[in-house]
C-alpha cells in the first residue's frame, strides 16, 4: 500500500481572515461600540511604594459633566489570587484596585468613567493622591536583603518563593572534574509591545442577567473562570469575547485584574464599560518579562564532558504574582529547561522569585525560555572557550545521542536528531565562519557566528 | 493620552495671526504640521489654551539671490530633497534632512515648527546653528531677526517672546568651493538623536579657508565645536587632522548621563561621529 | 465647538467636533471607519496613516478641525471591502500580514510609494522599500512579508504595463 504524503505539509496556504484584516473591516476591541457606554480612564500611582494616605475626588463634583469613580475601598476585598501551594510560597493578593498602599509605578488607584473618553481623561486628572513613601525595592539585591520593607504585611523580606530541583549525583561530578566553569548571565526586563494595546468592554444585561465581556486577550475562558469565581456569577451566564487581536505574544495570557474590574463597573454603574490601554500605560503596568539572573557552575572532565551543573536563579518578579502562572511559574520553568538537549546526569538549580517595585512578570514569547536558553548556550560558549574547543565540537561531544532519553531531573526525550541536525548546521555555515575567522585580522569590521541550541 | 481642551483659530493672513498670538501671549500657540506639537499635547505636556492654524499663510518658500538663501517657515521638510541650490551649496543640511523622523513626519513637518519646538536634537536646529543662520521672527510689534546661536536657550525654550513667530530663516549661501556633511546615530532610525555633528568648510587651493563644526547631544541646544574649528583653519583639504580635531573637540565638552547613555559613551560617540563627519566632507569635497 | 465639513472615502458630511478631537477619532466615530487604527498616539507608529488631500498623514497628530473642507481617504476605500487593490492581494499572497494592526497604516503609506515606483518604471530596490515604509512599525512579520508584497505589486504593475 502507497504511504500517503500530506496534502498540506509544506505547500503555500493563504489565510482565511486577511480580506478583513486589510480591507478595515476587522472588528478589534476599541471597535466595539455599545448604546450608553461609559469610557474609563485610570488614576494610576506615579510612585513606586507609599501607603496611600487619600484619595481626594471632590474636584469632580465640579465639573459639568456627569462621572463614575471608584476607589479601592469601593472594590474592597475583590483582587487576583494566584498563589502555588507550596510552603515555601509568601501569599500576596494584588487588589483590582490599590487597597492602602502602591506597590509599582502605574498601579491603578482609582477609576473614572465618563460618557466620552476625552472628557473620562480631563475628570481624572481632577483626582489627587496623597501619598506616604516607603523605601524602594528596587532590584533584586534589594529584595534579596531581608532587611528590605516588605511589600505585603506580615511577610518576612521579599522572596515571594524558593524552590529547588534536583538530580542526580552532584558531589561526584564536581570530584571527577577537571574544570569548574562558573559564569553570570542577566537579560534584562522586556515589555511585549504588541501593537494594538490591551482593552476590555463589559456589559450586564438585566433582563437576561448574562455578563458580556470583550477583551484584546488570549485567554477568553480563563477570564471567564476567574470573573466567575471573583464575582460570583456562574461561568453559564458569562460570555467572554476575544474580538480580533492585534498581537499577544503572551502579554495578553494572563487574566489581569481589569478585566475583574470592568466587569464589575459594567454591574454597578448598569451601564457598558469600556477601557482602551493607552501606550504609556502599557509599557509601564500592563506586563513585563525576562528580568532574571542566573549564576551557572558547570563541573567538566578533562576530555571536555559536561558532568554536572549548578544553578542558582532569580526572577525579579514586580510587585504581584499574575494568573494563573504565578509568581512560582517563571523561576521553576528556568530550571525545568536549563538542562538542555545535553547529556548529563547530576544537576541542581535553586530558583526564585522575589518581589520588587515594579510592573508585574508574566508570560512573554518563550516563557523564561529565552532567558533560560541564553545562559545555557552561552555557558556552553564560555566552557569551549575556556577549554580552547570549538564551540560547535563542544556541542557535539556533549548532545544527547541515545533515545528515548531520560534526563536528570526524570523527563522523557522522544526521538530527535540532535547531532545530526548540529552537524548539518555546522556544514551550512561553514563558509561563514571561515569569513568570520578570516575577519578577526581586520581592525575595523569583524564577523562572529553564533550558534544555539535548545529544546 | 488625549489632549486637553483648547480653542482654536484659523489664520487667514499673517497679520491675522501675529493679532491672535498677541491676543493669546503665552496662552497661544501657532500650529503648522503639528508633528513635534500635537505629540507633546496628547501627552498632556503641553497645553496652550489656543491654536492659531498658520497652515493657510504663504511661508512655504526656498529662494536665493546667491548671497541668502531664505527659507519660509512653512516650508516642509521633503521640499529640500529635490532643491538644486540645497543639493550643490548646503550638502550638510541635506544629510540633516534624511535623519528627520520617517517619510510621512518629513512630508508634513514645518522647519518654522521645528525649530520653534526647539528639541535639543532637532537636526533643523542644528544646521541653524551650523550655518550661522538668522531666524526671522514677526509679531505685531514688526520683525526681529536673531542668530542662531542666541535662539536656542534651553531644551524646548528659544528666545521667542509670546505673541511672536518664525516667519522664516535665512542662511548666507556657501561658496560653491564648500563641502559639508552630517551624520547622526540614533538608537533607532527616525528616533532622537544621541548624537549628531553637522560639518561645513570653505576651502581654497587644497586648504580649509573656514571650516563651521556643530554638535547635538552634548548640551541642551546645538553648540559649535569652536576649539575644532579653530584647529582646522589652514589646514590641508585631506582629513589628515580630522580625528585631532574630533579630540580636541571630544575632550572640551561635558554632556550628560542619561538612561540613553553615559557620559563617557556621549563622549567617545562624538569625538568618534565628529571625525567622520569631517573625513566625509574632505572626501565630498575630493571626490567633486 | 467647530463647524466642519469633511471629504471621507468621497461621502461629504457636515459635523460638530470639540477642537481637540483627532482625526483618527472622528474618522474612527463620526464616520465609523474602524480601519482607521491608533498604536501610540504620538506620531511613532504609522498605524493611524490616513490620506489628507491626497498625501499620508498620521491622523493620530491632526486634529479634525483642521481638516475643513479637506479629501481624507482611508483604507476603506482601497480596494472595498474584498480588498482588491492589487497591494492588498500582494500583502496577502506575500503573508504581509499578522494581526492585521498596523495593516492599513502600511497600505495607506505604500500605496503611494507603489505608484511613484511604477510613475517611474523601475522596481525599488531593498533600502527604498524599507525607507519608505520606516514610520510604520510591524510586531508580528518581521517586515520580510511587506517588502515582498511591496515588490509584487510593482513588479505585476511593471510588468502588465499599467
Given at each position: 500500500m502507497k504511504a500517503e504524503r500530506p496534502r498540506h505539509i509544506g505547500a503555500r496556504i493563504q489565510r482565511f481572515e486577511d480580506i478583513r484584516l486589510l480591507s478595515g473591516s476587522a472588528r478589534y476591541i476599541d471597535d466595539i461600540r455599545l448604546p450608553d457606554m461609559l469610557h474609563l480612564n485610570f488614576v494610576r500611582a506615579e510612585t513606586a511604594h507609599a501607603n496611600i494616605l487619600e484619595v481626594d475626588t471632590s474636584g469632580l463634583a465640579d465639573l459639568d459633566f456627569p462621572t463614575w469613580v471608584f476607589t479601592g475601598k469601593d472594590t474592597a476585598g475583590l483582587s487576583m489570587k494566584a498563589h502555588q501551594d507550596y510552603p515555601e510560597m509568601q501569599y500576596s493578593e494584588q487588589p483590582l484596585l490599590a487597597e492602602g498602599k502602591v506597590r509599582f509605578v502605574g498601579e491603578p488607584v482609582a477609576v473614572v468613567l465618563a460618557e466620552d473618553a476625552y472628557k473620562a481623561e480631563d475628570a481624572a486628572e481632577l483626582v489627587f493622591v496623597d501619598y506616604d513613601p516607603l523605601p524602594v525595592v528596587g532590584n533584586m539585591a534589594q529584595a534579596r536583603?531581608?532587611?528590605?520593607?516588605?511589600?505585603?504585611?506580615?511577610?518576612?523580606?521579599?522572596?515571594i518563593v524558593q524552590r529547588q530541583m534536583k538530580g542526580g549525583d552532584l558531589e561526584a561530578a564536581k570530584a571527577q572534574a577537571a574544570h569548574v566553569i562558573r559564569r553570570t548571565y542577566r537579560t534584562q526586563r522586556q515589555a511585549g509591545v504588541p501593537m494594538e494595546g490591551r482593552g476590555v468592554v463589559a456589559s450586564f444585561d438585566k433582563a437576561t442577567r448574562v455578563l458580556t465581556v470583550w477583551s484584546s486577550t488570549q485567554m477568553p475562558h480563563l477570564v471567564r473562570t476567574y470573573i466567575s469565581e471573583e464575582l460570583g456569577l456562574p461561568e453559564s451566564r458569562i460570555r467572554v469575547v476575544a474580538p480580533d487581536v492585534g498581537g499577544g505574544f503572551g502579554v495578553k495570557g494572563q487574566v489581569f485584574a481589569d478585566e475583574i474590574l470592568v466587569a464589575w463597573l459594567a454591574m454597578q454603574t448598569g451601564r457598558p464599560v469600556k477601557w482602551i490601554e493607552n501606550r504609556r500605560e502599557h509599557l509601564i503596568a500592563s506586563i513585563h518579562a525576562r528580568d532574571h539572573e542566573h549564576t551557572l557552575e558547570a563541573y567538566v572532565s578533562a576530555d571536555g564532558r559536561l558532568l554536572g551543573l549548578t544553578a542558582d536563579i532569580t526572577v525579579d518578579n514586580g510587585a504581584y504574582s499574575t494568573y494563573p502562572f504565578t509568581s512560582a511559574g517563571e523561576p521553576g520553568m528556568v530550571g525545568k529547561v536549563l538542562p538542555g538537549p545535553y547529556d548529563f546526569q547530576a544537576y541542581e538549580a535553586t530558583f526564585r522569585a522575589v518581589a520588587t517595585n515594579k510592573c508585574a512578570i508574566g508570560t512573554y514569547r518563550g516563557v523564561a525560555r529565552p532567558s533560560a536558553v541564553f545562559s545555557q548556550e552561552r555557558l556552553m560558549d564560555d566552557i569551549a572557550a575556556e577549554l580552547g574547543l570549538d564551540p560547535v565540537e563542544f556541542r557535539l561531544k556533549n548532545i544527547i545521542r541515545q533515545f528515548p532519553y531520560r534526563n536528570v531531573l526524570g523527563f522523557t526525550y522522544d526521538p530527535g536528531s540532535y547531532a545530526e541536525a548540529l552537524e548539518q548546521i555546522r556544514e551550512l555555515v561553514a563558509n561563514d565562519v571561515a569569513e568570520a575567522k578570516a575577519s578577526h585580522a581586520c581592525s575595523k569590521t569583524r564577523i562572529g557566528v553564533g550558534i544555539a541550541c535548545f529544546i | 493620552m488625549r489632549p486637553a481642551s483648547f480653542e482654536y483659530h484659523r489664520a487667514t493672513s499673517l497679520e491675522h495671526a501675529l493679532e491672535l498670538l498677541a491676543e493669546f501671549g503665552e496662552d497661544g500657540r501657532p500650529i503648522a504640521g503639528g508633528q513635534s506639537l500635537v505629540p507633546m499635547m496628547n501627552f498632556r505636556l503641553a497645553r496652550p489654551g489656543h491654536l492659531v492654524d498658520i497652515n493657510k499663510l504663504p511661508l512655504n518658500s526656498i529662494e536665493s539671490d546667491g548671497q541668502m538663501l531664505r527659507i519660509g517657515a512653512?516650508?516642509?521638510?521633503?521640499?529640500?530633497?529635490?532643491?538644486p541650490l540645497i543639493a550643490r551649496h548646503f550638502p550638510a543640511f541635506l544629510d540633516a534632512v534624511h535623519y528627520i523622523g520617517h517619510p510621512t513626519i518629513r512630508r508634513n513637518g514645518s522647519i518654522g515648527g521645528s525649530i520653534s519646538h526647539a528639541d535639543p536634537t532637532a537636526e533643523l536646529a542644528a544646521v541653524c546653528v551650523l550655518y550661522d543662520a538668522e531666524i526671522i521672527a514677526r509679531s505685531t510689534a514688526g520683525e526681529r531677526r536673531i542668530r542662531a546661536g542666541e535662539f536656542f536657550l534651553s531644551a524646548y525654550v528659544t528666545a521667542l517672546e509670546p505673541g511672536e513667530m518664525v516667519v522664516g530663516v535665512e542662511l548666507p549661501v556657501p561658496p560653491s568651493s564648500s563641502t559639508g556633511s552630517f551624520i547622526e546615530l540614533a538608537e533607532r532610525s527616525g528616533d532622537f538623536a544621541t548624537a549628531a555633528i553637522g560639518v561645513s568648510i570653505e576651502f581654497s587651493s587644497g586648504r580649509i579657508t573656514r571650516a563651521s563644526i556643530v554638535c547635538s547631544g552634548a548640551d541642551l541646544v546645538p553648540i559649535r565645536a569652536r576649539e575644532a574649528e579653530d584647529f582646522l583653519q589652514g589646514k590641508p583639504l585631506d582629513a589628515a587632522e580630522a580625528s585631532e580635531a574630533a579630540r580636541l573637540f571630544a575632550t572640551s565638552i561635558d554632556p550628560v548621563d542619561d538612561h540613553i547613555a553615559s557620559a563617557d559613551y556621549r563622549r567617545g560617540l562624538i569625538g568618534k561621529l565628529t571625525q567622520r563627519a569631517i573625513e566625509a566632507a574632505c572626501n565630498r569635497a575630493l571626490d567633486k | 465647538m467647530i463647524d466642519i465639513t469633511l471629504e471621507v472615502n468621497g461621502v461629504t458630511k457636515t459635523l460638530q467636533v470639540e477642537p481637540r478631537r483627532l482625526l483618527a477619532d472622528v474618522l474612527r466615530e463620526e464616520f465609523r471607519l474602524s480601519g482607521v487604527h491608533i498604536g501610540c498616539a504620538h506620531g511613532a507608529c504609522g498605524c493611524c496613516t490616513v490620506h489628507l488631500d491626497g498625501t499620508p498623514r498620521l491622523s493620530c497628530l491632526t486634529f479634525a478641525a483642521q481638516c475643513d473642507g479637506a479629501s481624507i481617504r482611508t483604507?476603506?476605500?482601497?480596494?472595498g471591502p474584498n480588498a482588491e487593490h492589487m497591494l492588498q492581494q500582494a500583502f496577502k499572497s506575500e503573508h504581509?500580514?499578522?494581526?492585521?494592526?498596523c495593516t492599513p497604516g502600511f497600505i495607506m503609506t505604500l500605496v503611494p510609494f507603489v505608484e511613484e515606483m511604477v510613475g517611474q518604471k523601475r522596481m525599488p530596490n531593498d533600502a527604498e522599500i524599507r525607507e519608505a515604509m520606516s514610520g510604520n512599525i510591524c510586531r508580528c512579520t518581521g517586515y520580510h512579508g511587506i517588502v515582498a508584497a511591496v515588490r509584487k505589486a510593482v513588479g505585476t504593475r511593471l510588468e502588465s504595463g499599467v
Open positions: 536583603d531581608p532587611e528590605s520593607t516588605p511589600l505585603f504585611e506580615g511577610w518576612n523580606g521579599n522572596v | 512653512l516650508t516642509r521638510h521633503i521640499a529640500y530633497f529635490d532643491n | 483604507v476603506e476605500s482601497i480596494g504581509g500580514l499578522q494581526c492585521g494592526y
